[in-house]
């Protein structure tokens, strides 16, 4: 079936939104939805029989059939298509509901997913403009997860008039059902880490063939869940034009991170005519995610990791004196010597016994960037490693715990691998040379990141197909977007934001001049106030600005943890 088959089938189960902007008091609106409710009533009634009298006898019901299931059922199981909202925890002003939507859009049968979504209602006096559903990224990344943490934030950046929406795609964390990679009950994670490891410790030919023997069981692993085929980018969009509906938008207002570029993306690219305001904030190449490679995406990470030794140079609160070059070097050696000679830890008092090796490091190293925040912490157990004592380091970074990721792990994987299904790669890699040949080009992107970077690698042996797959081509649509992207970026360069902005026929980039990962990583009242004239008022700022942060890295209070900031796998806010 073609896409534009698909896309009526759709559009046809959507429940009919509400066409004004919600700026009136909520008893306003409850009164106005009683009485047009009876007039739509009478209405509709007249209009569904003739449909369905002309319909029944020109034959064509069966394809018709996917228009009328009652998909979008609240928490407590009611089919009106409202939403009930409950209080997450007391106090907490964040409230709760599900909604269930089909697992195949196509094929009712298939069953149904049931959708977590957390809330932060609009505070405005008067009233709300609408709802902004947020995705952190990932893939795998949770909504409902990102909403408890900086839910209010944003909030507070639109002014308190939206409702602001976390949401849990599927496979991932309250949203069920769960995918999981395993067999039985056994959950199968980390084998790309641990090729990972494998790779950038040795180099060398077994260690090719290992971690390719290592993918291939981690693309078996997860897929033994066949409910993988019922996960992918398109199917998720899908599943926030039925939201948004839900929630009683014409149209689709987001924020979208990392991933969530490629989310909202590929949305406006399947539905343009149900773009709202929508933000895509450390934007990927979705041309170069569909083709399943990820190559463009390292293009920044070196220079970011020399901003951290200038940033850390200039800093009295950076521990780790020298200039640039000289905390460059004195890394550089760490770095080596890690790699003939893991740093142990054994500390009876708290239990923790384990390695500091060159990977491990490296690792850290990277999701640290991530997050400017977390530079000075990381600077001090560095400092505390090169004098011998890897505890604090261990401690904070690799000391084993709570498999907290795996779902997003596994719900991960089964996004980026099925929506490369039909990409030459990942499955023309089939030989330890060819996966060499893979890495030489990565490397060409980064001296020190290239070896962390095979995400794909857990798809060399995944057998799943979407249900639904959209991978491009990516064309011009009649839709606007606002991309957000940092001077230096580690995983999204900002030419990925102004090549995408080329998709739309009106679009604006914001040039955020900072480090770190999308524009949360570092506070910009300059691109807080752009952002918050595109929601409230739908203008776009001009073209080529540039926005300055208010924060300079070691300068910064660290108020939040480590785990609070990022997620080391694959990558989001």
Known sequence: ?????????????????????????????????????????????????????????????????????????????????????????????????????????????????????????????????????????????????????????????????????????????????????????????????????????????????????????????????????????????????????????EKLNYWGFSYGSILGNTFAQMYPESVGRMIVDGVMDAEDYYA???????????????????????????????????????????????????ATVFDIESGSVGLVTYSGFLSSFFATLYSPVVWNRFANVTLDLLNGNALPFYQMYLAPGPDADSLADSAGYATLCGDASNATYPKTVTSPEALKNLVATLRKSSKWWSDNWLIASGCFGYKQTPVMLWDGPFQKVNASMLLIGNTYDPVTPISAARKMATFYTDSAVIHQSGVGHCSLAQKSSCTAELVRNWFNNGVLPPPNTVCPTDEVPFETAQEATVTDLFIPRFFSV
């Open 1 to 249: 079936m073609s896409w534009a088959d698909e896309k009526k089938g759709v559009e046809a189960q959507l429940p009919v939104p509400v066409l004004e902007p919600r700026v009136e008091s909520r008893e306003t609106q409850k009164k106005k939805k009683k009485t047009w409710s009876l007039i739509f009533s009478v209405v509709a009634g007249v209009i569904f029989v003739g449909l369905f009298r002309s319909i029944v006898s020109s034959g064509f019901w069966p394809h018709f059939r996917l228009r009328f299931p009652h998909h979008c059922h609240g928490s407590d199981g009611d089919e009106s298509g409202d939403l009930v909202w409950k209080e997450l925890a007391k106090g907490s002003n964040v409230l709760h509901a599900n909604i269930t939507l089909p697992l195949d859009y196509n094929d009712r049968s298939a069953g149904n997913v049931t959708v977590a979504l957390n809330k932060i209602p609009a505070t405005h006096k008067d009233g709300s403009l609408g709802s902004i559903l947020l995705n952190p990224g990932g893939p795998g990344g949770s909504g409902t997860n990102l909403l408890y943490r900086r839910g209010a934030d944003i909030s507070e950046i639109v002014e308190g008039r939206y409702d602001i929406i976390g949401f849990d795609p599927r496979g991932i964390n309250w949203t069920s059902p769960n995918f999981y990679c395993g067999v039985g009950d056994k959950q199968i994670s980390g084998f790309n880490a641990i090729s990972n490891e494998l790779l950038s410790t040795h180099g060398d030919n077994v260690s090719y063939g290992e971690q390719l023997a290592y993918g291939k069981l981690q693309g078996l692993a997860c897929s033994s869940d066949d409910s993988g085929k019922y996960i992918s980018t398109a199917l998720v969009s899908t599943d926030m034009l039925h939201i948004s509906r839900a929630l009683g938008d």
């Open 292 to 342: 399943g490679t990820w190559f463009s995406n390292l293009e920044n990470t070196d220079n970011v990791t020399r901003t951290f030794y200038e940033a850390c140079s200039a800093s009295t609160n950076c521990p780790i004196e020298g200039s640039p070059d000289e905390i460059e070097h004195l890394f550089g050696d760490l770095i080596t010597k890690l790699k003939f000679e893991p």
